[in-house]
């Protein structure tokens, strides 16, 4: 069973930066959209950003322009740098794999994010 892992997560200032890995093992990364949720308490889980194996991005409105995702083909690996980081992206932040030839898809555990002065 393939399990993502994600981390890097922690307690940061309003303004502050943290940087997300994720680790996705066992799997042909490169044929995998590698995706960022969050899921804030009582919300529901949301899409964070995107990337394919090209290095196509897209981001949801609410952080374009702060968060950059990233990825590296050759050590299986997704980013997320988060950039003045607001109170309201406090959540747990989860990576998410999906491939592009199969109906298969993947999730990690979860990292916490805490924006909190």
């Known amino acids: 069973q393939v399990q993502l892992v994600e981390s890097g997560g922690g307690l940061v200032q309003p303004g502050g930066s943290l940087r997300l890995s994720c680790v996705a093992p066992g799997i042909t990364f490169h044929r995998y959209v590698m995706e960022w949720y969050r899921q804030a308490p009582g919300k529901e889980r949301e899409f964070v950003a995107g990337?394919?194996?090209?290095?196509?991005?897209t981001y949801a409105d609410s952080v374009n322009g702060r968060f950059t995702i990233s990825r590296d083909n050759a050590k299986n690996t997704v980013y997320l740098q988060m950039n003045s980081l607001k109170p309201e992206d406090t959540a747990v932040y989860y990576c998410?794999?999906?491939?592009?030839?199969?109906?298969?898809?993947?999730w990690g555990l979860g990292t916490q994010v805490t924006v909190s002065s």
């Open positions: 990337v394919t194996s090209g290095g196509g991005t």
């Open positions: 998410h794999a999906k491939s592009t030839i199969a109906a298969t898809r993947y």
